[in-house]
Every structure is written in structure tokens, then in C-alpha cells.
């Protein structure tokens, strides 16, 4: 059973705009996990694009900032990544991640299946 589900990639040519959702399960909740976006491009390895923490702190991968954003919904327990300024870079496989706050509270880490992002003209 899938614990996270992202949604919202597609295809955008250069300098469009996409929002990303990540809706979670009742098994995590996302104002006390570290949640966080990574994305994979071929042949690349996985890597941290932005996360927040329960606190409501951000860090965001150099080739980003600026240009996106992630925030949290408590009440529909879901996160999301707005992406703006979209570059051919960007293109990649969009994953969502959840952390436990601490090792007492869970060992368990989740991913979800990822969604396509694509970044043409």
C-alpha cells in the first residue's frame, strides 16, 4: 500500500510553472515529519531539491532557489512544490520523501512513486 502519492507533473516549455502535490496517508503526518521533494534526471542520481521540517523551516538546492517553493497543508495533510521559471534542467523524475522526527518515533522512511516532469519547447 502506498503511504505517498505525487501528482501534478506534465510537459511545460521554458519559463512555465508547475505545482506539485504530495498527498500522505494517515500513517504520516505531514507537520511532524521532515518532508521533503528530491528529483532523478537519467542516468543521475537521486537528489534533495527542498524540504521542510515540522517547525515550518525550508532549504531549497542551489539551482533552485528562488524559483521554488515548498509548503505544507495540515489540514488535507499534504505537500506540495511550486515550480516557477522552469528550465530544461529541471527535467526529472519528482519524488516525495517523509522522515520521522526521531528514531523512538519510527525507523520508517517512505518515498512515493514519483511523477514526470518535463521542461520543452
Known amino acids: 500500500q502506498v503511504q505517498l502519492v505525487e501528482s501534478g507533473g506534465g510537459l511545460v516549455q521554458p519559463g512555465g510553472s508547475l505545482r506539485l502535490s504530495c498527498a500522505a496517508s494517515?500513517?504520516?503526518?505531514?507537520?511532524?515529519?521532515?518532508m521533503g521533494w528530491y528529483r532523478q534526471a537519467p542516468g543521475k542520481q537521486r537528489e534533495l531539491v527542498a524540504s521542510i521540517t515540522s517547525g515550518g523551516s525550508t532549504n531549497y538546492a542551489d539551482s533552485v532557489k528562488g524559483r521554488f517553493t515548498i509548503s505544507r497543508d495540515n489540514a488535507k495533510n499534504t505537500v506540495y512544490l511550486q515550480m516557477n521559471s522552469l528550465k530544461p534542467e529541471d527535467t526529472a523524475v519528482y519524488y516525495c520523501?517523509?522522515?520521522?522526527?526521531?528514531?523512538?518515533?519510527?525507523?520508517?522512511?517512505?518515498w512515493g512513486q514519483g511523477t514526470q516532469v518535463t521542461v520543452s519547447s
Open positions: 494517515s500513517r504520516i503526518i505531514v507537520s511532524i515529519y521532515v
Open positions: 520523501n517523509a522522515d520521522p522526527p526521531s528514531r523512538s518515533y519510527s525507523t520508517n522512511h517512505y
